[in-house]
């Protein structure tokens, strides 16, 4: 998949601008993200996106975020409810967690107020036929059919070894959003015909039983859905038991955090992830993001809720319904290499996940 620049942003001013003359009033949009907790860094740089798309919209629009810390549904719910009655979001903006994104969403079409997933991947988040979710970020599914594309495509070919002759385990930290992952995973690889091994939850603290589980079963690939601190128990026990699978598949989360690789440490390099595009070398949003934060995108979630932002801003006015279902926007159109348009549960169909690879350090497309 390509990753266009500057020339899709202003593509996307341009399908904008007879939207423009709404614009006078304040776009209030509430950020339901992890900004403290094991997923910070994911909620942070989810957050980073918006408020660089912010910033460059207030030249046409003005937009205000409200930034929440969403750790625990409960409070998350009812923050959501104090909003509503003093500062009503003409949307809401979840991201990351799965289980929050559940709830809030829930929350959310009980006060007739929008709801926009950026990220996290449960089926069940659109699947449940509500009128105020839109998921506009890839859903497990994609997942899963992405995962066996890239085992036929540029991973056999990698290894020399056929897809259908590979063993493969698939493990989770038993988190909402890996769980959805996994079982997607699960079920277009028995689809597909390739071999699933095993199939099993590992927290940091059983990963080295993880592995002597995978070596003894044979496996020749790892299926990892897992936070930053999961991935670093993952490689310190592959080190300290003297073998690994001969390659490692991370699903989304923790494994496209650049600091993973860092908190990984030796043989981490090699290892493919599948996840939101990565922020190639020289990307326009590259640039803005180090002036505004000093160092460069730490993972593709802030370009992706950048992109997203930047193509939904101006739908969500008069009606964010009526806006939101009339785009259509197609693939190459966003920042990101994503497009938009919605299927009739109002997920996004054009936001795959895309296979990329660590590389000194770098995630870049192979």
Do not use: K
């Amino acid at each position: 998949m390509s990753l266009p620049g500057r020339r899709h942003l202003c593509a996307l001013i341009t399908l904008a601008a007879p939207r423009l003359a709404l614009a006078s009033a304040e776009l209030r949009l509430a950020a339901f993200l992890p900004l403290s907790g094991p997923q910070a860094v994911l909620g942070d740089e989810t957050w980073r996106g918006l408020e660089l798309a912010a910033e460059e919209r207030n030249g046409h629009s003005r937009i205000r975020l409200i930034r929440v810390d969403a750790q625990e549904p409960g409070t998350a719910v009812a923050e959501l409810r104090r909003l509503a009655g003093t500062d009503r979001p003409t949307a809401v903006l979840g991201g990351v967690s799965s289980t929050m994104a559940l709830a809030v969403s829930q929350a959310a079409e009980g006060l007739s107020i929008a709801f926009l997933e950026l990220s996290a991947t449960a089926d069940a988040i659109t699947d449940r036929g509500l009128r105020q979710v839109w998921r506009l970020g890839a859903r497990a599914a994609d997942f899963g059919t992405a995962i066996v594309d890239g085992l036929r495509g540029v991973i056999a070919a990698s290894l020399g070894t056929p897809a259908d002759a590979m063993r493969v385990a698939i493990l989770s930290d038993g988190g909402a959003s890996a769980e959805s992952l996994v079982a997607a995973a699960e079920a277009s690889l028995a689809a597909s015909g390739i071999g699933v091994a095993l199939r099993f939850t590992a927290p940091a603290a059983e990963m080295p039983g993880a592995v002597q589980r995978m070596r003894a079963a044979g496996a020749d690939i790892a299926l990892h859905a897992g936070l930053e601190g999961d991935v670093a128990a993952l490689f310190r026990a592959f080190r300290d038991g003297g073998w690994r699978p001969r390659a490692v598949m991370g699903l989304s989360g923790g494994h496209a955090v650049a600091d993973t690789a860092h908190a990984a440490a030796e043989g981490h390099d090699g290892t493919w992830v599948l996840d939101a595009p990565p922020v190639p070398a020289g990307h326009p949003l590259t640039e803005a993001y180090r002036r505004r934060y000093g160092s460069a995108p730490r993972a593709g979630h802030s370009l992706a809720s950048y992109s997203l932002l930047m193509a939904v801003a101006d739908a969500l006015r008069p009606d964010p319904r009526a806006g939101l279902a009339a785009l259509d926007l197609p693939l190459g159109a966003l920042p990101n290499g994503w497009g938009l348009n919605f299927d009739a549960r109002q997920q996004n169909l054009r936001a795959a996940p895309v296979l990329a690879r660590w590389d000194g350090g770098a995630l870049t497309l192979p």
